[in-house]
């Protein structure tokens, strides 16, 4: 079995900094993509970044120059640096990772439980 725990999220001010992390454990062979999406209050899941196993990120415009993902493969964790965080970054963030558990089978996509962030005007 593959878990994704999530951790960092909480309640910060306007313009404060918050720090996400995310462990993958279990059967894991390979991991490919890592990212972090969020959802709002009766909104739809949106891409916030995602980087690969090789290093490459992908932010959405929202985010640009405030939030940074990095990834520690040794530790199969993935990370988000949250600065100038802003009311309408208020959501639910999960954590992504597309991963291989064994050799002998093929990439499957795993999702965090989810930990809020709240961003007070």
């Known amino acids: 079995q593959v878990q994704l725990v999530e951790s960092g999220g909480g309640l910060v001010q306007t313009g404060g900094s918050l720090r996400l992390s995310c462990a993958a454990s279990?059967?894991?062979?390979?991991?490919?993509?890592m990212g972090w999406f969020r959802q709002a209050p009766g909104k739809q899941r949106e891409l916030v970044a995602i980087v690969t196993s090789g290093g490459t990120t992908n932010d959405a415009d929202s985010v640009k120059g405030r939030f940074t993902i990095s990834r520690d493969n040794a530790k199969n964790t993935v990370y988000l640096q949250m600065n100038s965080l802003k009311p309408e970054d208020t959501a639910v963030y999960y954590c992504?990772?597309?991963?291989?558990?064994?050799?002998?089978?093929?990439?499957?996509?795993?999702w965090g439980q989810g930990t809020q962030v709240t961003v007070s005007s």
């Open positions: 992504y990772a597309n991963i291989r558990p064994t050799r002998l089978v093929r990439e499957y996509d795993y």
């Open positions: 279990g059967s894991i062979f390979s991991i490919n993509d």
